[in-house]
Nanobody, 126 residues
């Protein structure tokens, strides 16, 4: 069992940066791939980024490539999402999730993940 809690959201202006954190409790955090998703008002939840359990490989949704960086510290049971050059299109509730996926796959679907956090609101004013 893994419990996840996001933090770091807030209200920022376009062009600013934020770093989201996802703290995990429970055992075997380092066994899980960690993903970030987001859901804007009136839209479906969408994939943002994923990092493999080992931390060596990452994958991003096209609109955030070059602006967002996902990372993890397995010693601290924490995953991060560094978000730079934010735009109003990034406004959403951001969720972290944990799941186990085959090593050759990047998990980009919600169904790939077993555990979810409660979400943290990110609002970007233009």
């Amino acid at each position: 069992q893994v419990q996840l809690g996001e933090s770091g959201g807030g209200l920022v202006q376009a062009g600013d940066s934020l770093r989201l954190s996802c703290a995990a409790s429970g055992r075997f955090f380092s066994n899980y791939d960690m993903g970030w998703f987001r859901q804007a008002p009136g839209k479906e939840r969408e994939f943002v980024a994923v990092i493999k359990w080992s931390g060596g490989r990452t994958y991003y949704e096209d609109s955030v490539k070059g602006r967002f960086t996902i990372s993890r510290d397995n010693a601290k049971n924490t995953a991060y999402l560094q978000m730079n050059r934010l735009t109003s299109e990034d406004t959403a509730v951001y969720y972290c999730a944990a799941g186990i996926t085959r090593e050759y796959r990047f998990a980009t679907r919600s169904v790939d993940y077993t555990y979810w956090g409660q979400g943290t609101q990110v609002t970007v004013s233009s």
